[in-house]
């Protein structure tokens, strides 16, 4: 089968991206499906001229009212969802209290508080599909509503050919050129593509992108991102699985020994086993702490016959000596993230904590999809205001005079498993 997203060695996190593109590749192949063609030289000639439309559209996007952008939104998203659309309620209870909790803690400190609607992410193709576009619509009403004045909401969102890759050349081009300026495009395979397209975008390259986030949720902006980082399989291999890893590095003493570490990974039966299946497939790191990743997150994938994601943790916790009383719970901890849609996504919200909440309030506000029967609804907003490092005070907007104290890990632990699948 001919690769859908060829990538080159980048000697960077970059190259662990291959692990979840051959996985889906696999898919592709194995349900006979068949994506639009898009050969190099449409690459290299006709996606640079839609994109620099799509940048050219959203320049023009920044000097309207802001209130019309959002209505502009509104509007493609339900042409997009083709009828099958879920009406906002402004005055539903969840988005009038998300409102007052707002506008409270903005009293209260004297800063805007900084919006993030946390996004569910059905799948992207089948009936479910429109539900996308609905999410993003009803993230994008939310928002202008708990702000209560004229804002332009922003949303995270990924424009790299395996996101786009259901739409033709020329519509990957407008949306990534669009989305990359306007919005918070992220392009997870921006380094070694050799296309003038990504060199259009610098700002949304995988390891620039972030820091846009966080500086437009820090100085009071309103931001929507689905909460998983992907579709639920990709979320689990790319994020669930490569924070386990660092946890379980934490839990044993090579931490500090990286040098022994891959010594044991290298000697270790199941791991050789993971070489011999990746060649040619996946460009393995050489540091220690990426191939204990590398060969987690392909044991997730599936691309390991004969291995599990369990079976594997277990391995890479006997290579990296960490206790036998610590081993139950990082097992437990992994297994059931392997079975969310949305995994805790711990590191985001520290980061959310560190760089956000100390400077200002935040309020997460949840935008979920169901499938019984189908809609889409906004949940209970919370309040994250900071106390010290890593510790923060969270009120729920149905509870206001409530509170409770969490470390940002708690924080991320309770949230998704209060809101999300």
């Given at each position: 089968m001919t690769e859908s997203y060829p990538s080159a060695r980048t000697g960077t996190a970059q190259d662990l991206m291959r692990v979840?593109?051959?996985?889906?590749?696999?898919?592709?192949?194995?349900?006979?499906?068949?994506?639009?063609?898009?050969?190099?030289?449409?690459?290299?000639?006709?996606?640079?001229?839609?994109?620099?439309?799509?940048?050219?559209?959203?320049?023009?996007?920044?000097?309207?009212?802001?209130?019309?952008?959002?209505?502009?939104?509104?509007?493609?998203?339900?042409?997009?969802?083709?009828?099958?659309?879920?009406?906002?309620?402004?005055?539903?209870?969840?988005?009038?209290?998300?409102?007052?909790?707002?506008?409270?803690?903005e009293k209260e400190s004297g800063l805007a508080p900084?919006?993030?609607?946390?996004?569910?992410?059905?799948?992207?193709?089948?009936?479910?599909?429109?539900?996308?576009?609905?999410?993003?619509?009803?993230?994008?009403?939310?928002?202008?509503?708990?702000?209560?004045?004229?804002?332009?909401?922003?949303?995270?969102?990924?424009?790299?050919?395996?996101?786009?890759?259901?739409i033709s050349v020329l519509e990957e081009g407008l949306y990534a050129g669009f989305m990359g300026r306007y919005h918070l495009g992220i392009d997870r395979l921006a380094l070694g593509r050799g296309h003038p397209g990504p060199l259009m975008s610098p700002r949304t390259r995988w390891d620039r992108m972030?820091?846009?986030?966080?500086?437009?949720?820090?100085e009071g902006g309103e931001v929507g991102m689905v909460l998983s980082g992907g579709v639920p399989s990709t979320g689990r291999v790319l994020y669930g699985v490569r924070e386990w890893a660092r946890r379980a590095r934490a839990a044993g003493p090579l931490n500090a020994q990286p040098a022994e570490a891959r010594r044991r990974l290298l000697i270790d039966a199941s791991f050789e086993r993971f070489q011999e299946a990746s060649a040619g497939n996946i460009h393995l790191p050489r540091g220690p702490w990426r191939l204990l990743e590398a060969w987690l997150m392909a044991?997730?994938?599936?691309?390991?016959?004969?291995?599990?994601?369990?079976?594997?943790?277990?391995?890479?916790l006997a290579c990296l000596s960490v206790p036998e009383a610590a081993r139950g719970s990082l097992l437990a901890e992994l297994a059931s993230d392997m079975t969310r849609e949305t995994p805790s996504r711990r590191r985001l919200f520290r980061l959310l904590v560190g760089r956000v909440a100390r400077r200002r309030p935040l309020v997460l506000i949840p935008i979920v999809h169901r499938?019984?029967?189908?809609?889409?609804?906004?949940?209970?907003?919370?309040?994250?205001?900071?106390?010290?490092?890593?510790?923060?005070?969270?009120?729920?907007?149905?509870?206001?005079?409530?509170?409770?104290?969490?470390?940002a890990e708690r924080l991320a632990e309770r949230f998704t498993q209060e809101h999300f699948a």
């Open positions: 979840v593109t051959k996985a889906y590749e696999l898919r592709l192949e194995a349900d006979k499906t068949v994506l639009p063609a898009k050969p190099e030289l449409q690459r290299m000639l006709l996606e640079p001229v839609t994109r620099a439309a799509g940048l050219l559209m959203a320049a023009v996007m920044e000097l309207v009212p802001a209130d019309w952008t959002v209505s502009f939104h509104n509007r493609l998203f339900l042409h997009l969802s083709a009828g099958r659309d879920y009406p906002f309620r402004p005055d539903a209870p969840a988005v009038a209290a998300a409102r007052s909790l707002a506008a409270r803690l900084a919006l993030l609607a946390a996004i569910s992410h059905p799948p992207v193709m089948g009936d479910l599909a429109h539900l996308n576009f609905e999410l993003v619509r009803h993230a994008m009403l939310a928002l202008r509503e708990v702000r209560g004045r004229p804002c332009r909401p922003r949303l995270v969102v990924a424009i790299d050919p395996f996101a786009l890759d259901t972030p820091l846009r986030l966080f500086r437009s949720l820090a044991a997730a994938a599936g691309l390991l016959p004969g291995e599990t994601a369990e079976s594997v943790a277990r391995a890479a499938t019984g029967p189908l809609g889409v609804s906004e949940t209970e907003a919370w309040g994250v205001t900071w106390i010290a490092r890593d510790r923060v005070r969270v009120v729920k907007a149905n509870t206001p005079d409530r509170h409770d104290d969490m470390t």
